[in-house]
Structure formats: structure tokens, C-alpha cells
């Protein structure tokens, strides 16, 4: 989900225990510490986030899914949730421009959303290729373009793009996916070097499979889980945990030099 975090202060924590075990966005707030607004595009928490750096966080983020997001956000205080589908770009652009308003410039932005649903290619109408890279790819564009000024005239910023290491692998049963992917790779270096000269850090983050609730309902059965441990050098769980660790690196000034990269996270399958 979207999320908008201002921190006060610059002194660097470290992630408490609950925040560790949390979802991207509480381990994100635990450690943003001289990260004014973040925003974040969808982003569904396992665990209700307990870091004790969230209420000093300014949270803004949006997402179709209207009951799961208010829920969020009533666990992080003083958070903002706009319900927002994010192919209506009049909309998404509005809901990134009002939490602004709120919150101050967005110095941190994650392009989160993603729909993996299976399709072939030979069944793919133009209308269903169109609707699939208007939820997979155009969102990462248009939500960058939003947040520049905004992010340049405050000093720079990061955006983090998540895409997959099935851009890299080209699996078969997703092809607008893997596209929107190799896609959103390709847009992150040129971003990276359009915005570099205002200090504004663009990355690429590539999951492996991450046990998220979707995977286990829909893929991650107990064979395919075992398939997956036989391809991977590290025998443990992806877990949102994980990515979110990575993407509060690359948001940090830990992560000052780094820009235009592609950061996989996948245990080794690649
Ligand atoms: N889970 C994995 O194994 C995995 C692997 C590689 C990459 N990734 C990438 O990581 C990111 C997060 O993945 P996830 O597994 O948490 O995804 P998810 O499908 O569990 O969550 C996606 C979120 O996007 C929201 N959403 C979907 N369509 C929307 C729309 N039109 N407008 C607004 N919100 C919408 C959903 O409600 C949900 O909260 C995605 O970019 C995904 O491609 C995930």
C-alpha cells in the first residue's frame, strides 16, 4: 500500500524486533530518519505494524482494496489511506498531489502495485494487454513524474520500483507482467539518469517468490514450494520482511551512491 512517512529526527535507529517482523511499511518507518514523506504505491501488511518510530511518521498511501487500507491505516497514527485505483491516472496523480498538500513533499516513493493474474499470449486480447500494463507499468511512471518537483525543490528523494526476477527469468503464463517488469527496469535507469542532477535516487527492487497471503492462496503449494527450494542456493521462506529490509536500505542515506540499479532479492535463483 502507499505510505507517506516524515520522521523528526535524524539520529539512526535500528528496526525494532516487531518492526523486523512486519511489512514494509513499519520497518521502513522505523528507519527513515532523515526521510520526510513517503509514499507508497500498494502494499497489503501481514502484521499490524508496531514500530515506535511510526507515530513520529508522516504516512500517506493509497490502494484499491478499501477495508485492508483503513485498516492499516488505523494502526499507524496519523497515517493517510486514500482508496485509489491506480489505472485511473486523473486519480492517482490527485490522491500523490493531496498528500502532498497534507504532508509536505514525498522524499520517499514505492511503486508497489502489481497484478501477477496468469494469462497467455495467444489469448490475450489488445484491450486485456492494455488494462495489464496500465496496472503493471504505467502507475510507476506517472507516480515518479508526480513527486519530482515536489522531491527536486526538497533537496532529492528515492523511489523504489518493485518489479520481479521474472523480468530476468521470462517465465511462460504472465507475459504482460514480465513485460510491465522488463519495462519498469528499463524506465528506472532512465529516470536514475534524467533526475540523478537533482539528487533524486531511482531503484529497481526484483523479488524472488515471496510468501505473501496471494502466493499461498493462488501458487505456493507445498510442491511448488519444494520445486522453488531445489532452484534456490539459500533453502529458507522469501518473506515481505525481506523485501522490506532491502527497500528501507535503498531509501536511507545509507544507499546515498546508489541509483539506477536493479537490487535482487531472491535467495540465489537467479
Ligand atoms: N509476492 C511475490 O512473490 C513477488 C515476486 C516478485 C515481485 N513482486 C512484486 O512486489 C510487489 C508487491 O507484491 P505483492 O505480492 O505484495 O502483491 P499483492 O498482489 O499481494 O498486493 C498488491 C496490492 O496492489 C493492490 N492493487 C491491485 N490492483 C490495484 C489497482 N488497480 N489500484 C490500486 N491498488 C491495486 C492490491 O489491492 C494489493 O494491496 C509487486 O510489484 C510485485 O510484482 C512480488
Known sequence: MT????????KRFRASKAARQSTMIPAITSRFMRISPVFTIPWRPVNAPRSPMVPAARVAFIDLAEDAGEALAARLAGARFAPCDVTDAAALTAAIDAASKALGPITVLVNNVADDTRHVAAETSAEAWRARLAVNLDPTFLAATAVRAGMAAAGGGAI???SSINA??????????VAAKGAVNALTKA????????NIRVNAISPGWVVTERQLSLWLTPEAEARWMEEVALKRRILPDDVARLALFLASD??????????VIDGGRT
Open 168 to 177: 530476468l527469468l521470462g517465465p511462460g503464463g504472465m507475459p504482460a507482467y
Open 254 to 263: 545509507d544507499a546515498r551512491a546508489i541509483t539506477g540499479q536493479n537490487l
Open 3 to 10: 505510505g507517506s512517512i516524515l520522521c523528526s529526527t535524524r
Open 160 to 162: 523504489l520500483n518493485l
Open 191 to 198: 529516470l536514475a539518469r534524467e533526475w540523478g542532477a537533482d
